[in-house]
């Protein structure tokens, strides 16, 4: 089961952190990817986490890069997204999901998905 929080209302500029919580498997041996969907657009790919060998491994979208930093804590099962100089077209709602394979950017191979947390950002 996974759990985000930390949505809201912003003006343009502004910051946001997104938290989701997980039961169940431990992050250490999952994807924990972050996506959102806009009205009326497809569910798009901001990024994704995943822990491999020790290492820590962090994926992100083209419209986000620069702008967005993923983060996790793999002993409070949680993975954070910090979304920084946040613009209008930001404006969707986000979900985090959690796959059990390879990295991915695709939804479809997401097997756990979050009730989703709206962001709003105002011009």
């Known amino acids: 089961q996974l759990v985000e929080s930390g949505g809201g209302s912003v003006q343009a500029g502004g910051s946001l952190r997104l938290s989701c919580t997980a039961s169940?498997?431990?992050?250490?041996?999952?994807?924990m990817g972050w996506f959102r969907q806009a009205p009326g657009k497809e569910r798009e790919f901001v990024g994704a986490?995943?822990?491999?060998?020790?290492?820590?491994?962090?994926y992100y979208g083209d419209s986000v890069k620069g702008r967005f930093t993923i983060s996790g804590d793999t002993v409070k099962n949680a993975v954070y997204l910090q979304m920084d100089s946040l613009k209008p077209d930001d404006t969707a709602i986000y979900y985090c999901?959690?796959?059990?394979?390879?990295?991915?950017?695709?939804?479809?191979?997401?097997?756990?998905w979050g009730q989703g947390t709206q962001v709003t950002v105002s011009s």
């Open positions: 986490i995943a822990w491999r060998d020790n290492r820590r491994y962090q």
């Open positions: 999901a959690a796959h059990l394979g390879p990295v991915s950017t695709r939804q479809g191979e997401y097997e756990y």
């Open positions: 169940g498997r431990t992050f250490s041996t999952i994807v």
